[in-house]
């Protein structure tokens, strides 16, 4: 169960704040979520007890800080379900991906080979992708869609072939949120030799990670959307898989020794991919996200969250000026439209209501070849949000018309 209102009590951006005189209804987690206090005071406790870096000191407090990187790269691996050798701390998910493409795809990849994406994914999940079939001569395909815009293992089946290297796909898409089921995909692209490239980034925050059920070769995702700091990220890959592949990012310690020959000698994953000072404030950060959000119980969070979506779809259909273009999936992610209003007008009607929703393309520039739309809103909901907000959205959608009042 989720005890809404203790939760709120957690998160500051929740505590009398306000937005053009109202009270703000943030609904656009899926592009980065609110900080519990927990997680403030972990970045701080960090900047302000033990400040120092990791692997570099022979001192108390850079213990300290070893102590932190190793623990919560041990609570990561706990929480997706996986060895802690196999959790490489990144920058984000964007970076977890090019370092699979780069590092994997270039090495791996050759003319004729096959990259198969769908039309769904962020650009972060296919521009890498472009570059990499440029570089190696691989061919880029595309997974064909069912007519709601969802990824079936049916439609891989009938798509791939002994070609296909490699397949690359959110686990949840970002625009539409329909939920695929990764563990049949996996099994697919694995019988034909294909490697399978997973982007969490809107599915770990939300539901039970297990990569080892799943059977996906690589998985990315973001700290921030799930509670913790911006900048720091997750790059989850088999052991035999990070071993082959090359690091994307060369530099202080990741090697064993390197000589003036040009001989180098990488440290095994995961530290041959952590290149640098990482982001040691945001892995604190990220340690105590993943406290809170096991504390709250991953299903709790599904299932809070698909009531609120059902919820709030149930709302809109009431409204006769909303088109809602994904009212079947199963993720906390409501995509619609205003009858006859431009999105980012329609956002900007939503803001002077104190309601918070994106609106464009959300990186899915090649999805809008398949919603016949140039752009959307999209509202997007966390497990702190609450259906009083839910009631203030649509109230705010059945008003969308007057959007020319928020230039007022």
């Not at 439209?337 to 959300?362: L, T």
Request: hydrophobic residues 40%; aromatic residues 10%.
């Amino acid at each position: 169960m989720i005890d809404i209102e203790k939760i709120r009590k957690d998160f500051p951006m929740l505590e009398g704040k306000s937005m053009q005189g109202k009270p703000l209804v943030y609904l656009d987690n899926a592009a980065t979520s609110f900080k519990p206090y927990s997680v403030i005071k972990a970045v701080t406790d960090y900047y302000a007890n033990y400040t120092s870096n990791s692997h570099r000191g022979d001192y108390d407090i850079a213990h300290q800080v070893d102590v932190m990187v190793e623990d919560t790269r041990k609570k990561v691996a706990d929480f997706i379900n996986s060895k802690p050798t196999e959790v490489v701390f990144t920058s984000g998910t964007s970076m977890s991906i090019n370092m699979v493409a780069f590092g994997y795809g270039m090495k791996f990849l050759k003319s004729g080979d096959e990259i198969l994406l769908t039309q769904a994914e962020h650009a972060s999940n296919v521009l890498p992708w472009f570059k990499v079939a440029e570089m190696t001569g691989a061919q880029i395909n595309y997974i064909p869609l069912d007519k709601e815009g969802r990824l079936t293992p049916e439609n891989l089946a009938k798509v791939i072939s002994s070609k296909t290297k490699i397949v690359a796909v959110a686990h949840v898409t970002n625009v539409l949120g329909f939920v695929v089921d990764i563990k049949e995909i996996a099994k697919i692209a694995h019988a034909q030799g294909a490697i399978l490239v997973c982007d969490g980034a809107q599915s770990v925050p939300h539901m039970k990670t297990n990569v080892k059920d799943w059977d996906v070769d690589f998985l990315s995702f973001s700290g921030h959307k799930m509670l913790g700091p911006t900048g720091i990220g997750v790059l989850y890959g088999k052991f035999s898989l990070l071993e082959k592949m090359d690091p994307f990012m060369t530099g202080g310690g990741q090697t064993a020794k390197f000589d003036m020959c040009g001989d180098v000698n990488f440290l095994a994953p995961p530290i041959k991919f952590e290149a640098g000072t990482q982001n040691l404030a945001g892995i604190a950060g990220l340690g105590a996200a993943i406290d809170y959000l096991t504390n709250i119980g991953m299903d709790n969070i599904e299932e809070y969250e698909r009531n609120l979506k059902r919820y709030a779809v149930e709302k809109l259909a009431e409204a006769d000026n909303v088109i809602v273009y994904n009212p079947h999936s199963e993720a906390g992610i409501v995509t619609f439209n205003i009858k006859d209003v431009f999105a980012q007008d329609a956002a900007s009607f939503f803001n002077s209501r104190g309601v918070a929703v994106r609106s464009g393309q959300h990186c899915a520039k090649i999805l809008i070849d398949f919603l016949h739309v140039v752009s959307t809103c999209r509202a997007s909901f966390y497990f702190y949000n609450t259906k009083a907000e839910i009631d203030a959205f649509v109230e705010a959608a059945r008003h969308g018309g007057d959007f020319l009042d928020a230039y007022l």
